[in-house]
Structures are given as C-alpha cells and as structure tokens.
C-alpha cells in the first residue's frame, strides 16, 4: 500500500468550471483520490459509494481539527478561504461520541418527523407567496433568486426563530463564507459578524423564548444538557447554512435536469412518475454538495492499495460519488427518474453524522417544485445548459442564476 506523499495531487478547481468532469477525474483516480484544496492544502477524497459508506462510519477518522497535522504544524493559515468549513466552531458537526450525540440529539428533538410535517403548511404558504410574485406567463425570471433561494431562507429562518430583517445581510455572509474567492482580508471579518448574529439570536432568545430550534436549545441548557453559548450560536451558524444552501440547489438542480431531459419531465407532468423520483435522483445525479469538509485520521487508514496516513485529512466527494458505477450500475451516468437505485445515494451524508435536516429539505423540494410546475408546466431554460456557470463554491453545486422562461401552457 502506498500513501500518495509524494504523487501528483488533482487540484480541485476554485472557479468551479467543470465539477462533472472533475468529479469523473476524481472516480478514475480510485476510491480514494490524492486532491489539493483551494489555496493548496492537500487531503484525500474517498470517491466511491461503499468505501464512502465505510469511512463515514470508521471512528479512526473523528472531526477535531486537532489531530490534522497541517493544523498543528500551524500550515493552515487564519484566513485560508476554507477555514470557517474546516473549523467553523465547536459544535455537533465538529465533534464525535458522547459529544456529538448531545448536541445532536437536542436538535433531533426539534426536528422529528412529526414536527417537519407540522410545517409543511407554512412551506406552501411560503411557497404559495413566491409563486404569485413571479412575473406574467413567458417572461423570463431569474428563477433561483425570485424562488428557489427566498424559500428556504424564509423556511429556516421560521426553525431557528431568526427576524426575516436579517436574510439579505445573512445572504451577503454565507456567499463569502462559502466562497473559494473571499479576499483574506474579508475572511476573518465574516466569520466575527456571522457570530455575532447568531450570537444575538441566541441573546434574545434567551430573553424571550419563542417556538423555535433556538429557543429549544437555549432552553435545553438551563436545563442541565450543558450546551455553552459557543455551541449553541456554533451549531444555530450550521444550520442556517446547511439549511438553506442544500434545498436551494435541490430545486435548482431539478429544474435543470429536467429542462435538460425532457423525456423525464413529460413521465413527472403526465403523472407515470412521482415527484419524489425527481427529488432523489437529483440527489443523486446532481448532489447539492459536492464536497464535504473535514475528517481526520487518527491512525493509518487503509482503503484499498492506499492508505490515509495518521493525521491527514480526509473529503467527502458526493459529485463523484452519486455516478459511482458499482453502486448504480453502467448508466450511472445518466439522469433516469425511473432507476431503482435512485434512493441508494448518501447525499445527506451517512452515519453518525448524516444530515439531521434532511426530511426538512425533501418536504421543501416536494412542495415547491410540484407547484411551480403546476403553475408553469412549461417552464424551460432561457439559455443553453452550457451557459449556466456554478458559483466559486468547491462545497457547493451552485449556480450563480436560473434563467427560465415561464410558460403556462403544458409542453
């Protein structure tokens, strides 16, 4: 078995240019993929869909970004663009054990299933109200910024009990947070202001507890769970983030594929296929997040002929993994609404860690893009799919628009 030290590491691209072709480089490269992040911090990337499985539950790779031997020989600097993903502060995310089922199992408790379907009725309303801002038939909208980025914007700031008068500064944070192309000047700046928002959240909560996932953990403290500000305000930072960022590219990248195979959005509008199918194969196909940061080996972790050396650092590569052959067979390339392996995929994560909001983000998609095809059956692409560009988010499958025709009448 061999470490890679000393081998060619495939940078991945900060500009996002090509993430299909970049995650097809990843899969040749093996399971396991010698990669450089932006701004040259090497780790490793698991590619596949079973050894993915296997490594998310091996406790010999844990969150503490103390163990990364580039943290501790002080090679990762304050403002590497990255950092706020690598170290965004103590909280389920970053922690393992008796920790992490803690912090976590607060959270659960906000989010069972009864609860998210408890709110499905105030996504349609949400839903209901952007549909009818969304100018006349034919037109030409920006669909991402009118619809499918305000939706879960409004939907987690309903969880987590943040006023709606702090969405657009919030939007402003979370696009430097999560850009590869942040000006090191601005890095350290965002993560202080992020902070400090949740941080008065977390302040007036404690003042005046609403219905809300905040409340519920600010009041879970005082009743003995030992939850500390920093990770309450850590951990309410997670959530805004991961729920608004993965929902939008859902729907976006649902509206492309099935503007992009037509075969498929005639079987969902003729009713031959659910909208559930739709869903999970977009998931699959086109995962929201393409990477995840960050795990750490605690040891030497074999994975095929290779192995993670003690104190690297190891990404999940969702992009490469969802068209992983072995797992989806020969047309695991292909955009197919019918595979019966569509719900096979890991996208939310699996294990310990996997997604708690989830169910959250699939109730969202299942109500918005129903509707909105209700409302415009023939909805379609104002522009090649090869002029839509993704945003400098290495993270993110994530486009900077939508540009879509609205048509009313069915295709």
Same mark, same amino acid.
């Given at each position: 078995?061999?470490?890679?030290?000393? $081998?060619?590491?495939?940078?991945?691209?900060?500009?996002?240019?090509?993430?299909?072709?970049?995650?097809?480089?990843?899969?040749?490269?093996?399971?396991?993929?010698?990669?450089?992040?932006? !701004?040259?911090?090497?780790?490793?990337?698991?590619?596949?869909?079973?050894?993915?499985? =296997?490594?998310?539950?091996?406790?010999?790779?844990?969150?503490?970004? +103390?163990?990364?031997?580039?943290?501790?020989?002080? @090679?990762?600097?304050?403002?590497?663009?990255?950092?706020?993903?690598? +170290?965004?502060?103590?909280?389920?995310?970053?922690?393992?054990?008796?920790?992490?089922?803690?912090?976590?199992?607060?959270?659960?408790?906000?989010?069972?299933?009864?609860?998210?379907?408890?709110?499905?009725?105030?996504?349609?309303?949400?839903?209901?109200?952007?549909?009818?801002?969304?100018?006349?038939?034919? $037109?030409?909208?920006?669909?991402?910024? @009118?619809?499918?980025?305000?939706?879960?914007?409004?939907?987690?700031?309903?969880?987590?009990?943040?006023?709606?008068?702090?969405?657009?500064?919030?939007?402003?944070?979370?696009?430097?947070?999560?850009?590869?192309?942040?000006?090191?000047? @601005?890095?350290?700046?965002?993560?202080?202001?992020?902070?400090?928002?949740?941080? $008065?959240?977390?302040?007036?909560?404690?003042?005046?507890?609403?219905?809300?996932?905040?409340?519920?953990?600010?009041?879970?403290?005082?009743? !003995?769970?030992?939850?500390?500000?920093?990770?309450?305000?850590?951990?309410?930072?997670?959530?805004?983030?991961?729920?608004? @960022?993965?929902?939008?590219?859902?729907?976006?990248?649902?509206?492309? +594929?099935?503007?992009?195979?037509?075969?498929?959005?005639?079987?969902?509008?003729?009713?031959?296929?659910?909208?559930?199918?739709?869903?999970?194969?977009?998931?699959?196909?086109?995962?929201?997040?393409?990477?995840?940061?960050?795990?750490?080996?605690?040891?030497?972790?074999?994975?095929?002929?290779?192995?993670?050396?003690?104190?690297?650092?190891?990404?999940?590569?969702?992009?490469?993994?969802?068209?992983?052959?072995? =797992?989806?067979?020969?047309?695991?390339?292909?955009?197919?609404?019918?595979?019966?392996?569509?719900?096979?995929?890991?996208?939310?994560?699996?294990?310990?860690?996997?997604?708690? !909001?989830?169910?959250?983000?699939?109730?969202?998609?299942?109500?918005?893009?129903?509707?909105?095809?209700?409302?415009?059956?023939?909805?379609?692409?104002?522009?090649?799919?090869?002029?839509?560009?993704?945003?400098?988010?290495?993270?993110?499958?994530?486009?900077? $628009?939508?540009?879509?025709?609205?048509?009313?009448?069915?295709?």
């Amino acid at each position: 078995m061999t470490s890679g030290t000393e $081998e060619l590491r495939i940078p991945l691209d900060p500009f996002v240019t090509d993430l299909d072709g970049e995650s097809a480089k990843l899969r040749a490269a093996g399971p396991l993929a010698a990669v450089e992040l932006p !701004g040259g911090v090497p780790v490793w990337a698991v590619t596949r869909h079973a050894e993915a499985k =296997a490594l998310l539950t091996d406790p010999r790779l844990v969150k503490d970004i +103390n163990v990364w031997g580039a943290w501790q020989r002080g @090679e990762i600097p304050s403002d590497w663009p990255l950092i706020g993903l690598a +170290n965004p502060g103590r909280s389920m995310l970053t922690v393992d054990g008796a920790d992490h089922r803690r912090m976590r199992g607060l959270v659960a408790q906000a989010l069972t299933p009864r609860r998210v379907e408890a709110m499905r009725e105030r996504i349609t309303e949400l839903t209901g109200r952007l549909l009818d801002r969304l100018p006349t038939d034919a $037109e030409v909208v920006d669909l991402k910024a @009118e619809f499918a980025y305000p939706l879960p914007m409004y939907v987690v700031a309903d969880l987590m009990g943040i006023e709606e008068s702090r969405l657009p500064r919030l939007k402003v944070l979370f696009e430097k947070f999560f850009s590869t192309q942040t000006p090191p000047a @601005e890095v350290v700046a965002t993560l202080v202001e992020l902070a400090g928002i949740m941080a $008065e959240t977390v302040a007036a909560k404690r003042a005046e507890p609403g219905d809300d996932l905040t409340s519920a953990l600010v009041l879970a403290s005082e009743d !003995g769970d030992r939850l500390t500000d920093e990770e309450i305000v850590s951990t309410l930072q997670l959530m805004v983030a991961a729920g608004h @960022e993965t929902t939008i590219s859902l729907i976006v990248n649902a509206v492309v +594929n099935l503007s992009a195979h037509p075969d498929q959005r005639a079987l969902v509008l003729s009713g031959a296929a659910d909208w559930s199918a739709v869903i999970e194969e977009t998931l699959r196909w086109s995962t929201p997040t393409s990477h995840v940061l960050i795990r750490f080996a605690t040891e030497d972790v074999p994975v095929g002929d290779r192995v993670i050396p003690a104190g690297d650092a190891l990404i999940v590569s969702y992009g490469a993994i969802g068209r992983d052959e072995e =797992a989806h067979g020969p047309s695991a390339g292909d955009f197919d609404i019918t595979r019966e392996t569509r719900t096979r995929h890991i996208s939310f994560g699996h294990g310990p860690h996997v997604c708690p !909001g989830a169910a959250l983000s699939r109730l969202e998609a299942g109500v918005a893009l129903p509707a909105l095809y209700a409302r415009f059956p023939g909805l379609d692409l104002a522009v090649d799919p090869s002029a839509l560009r993704n945003k400098p988010v290495v993270t993110q499958n994530d486009l900077f $628009e939508l540009p879509v025709r609205l048509t009313s009448s069915t295709p």
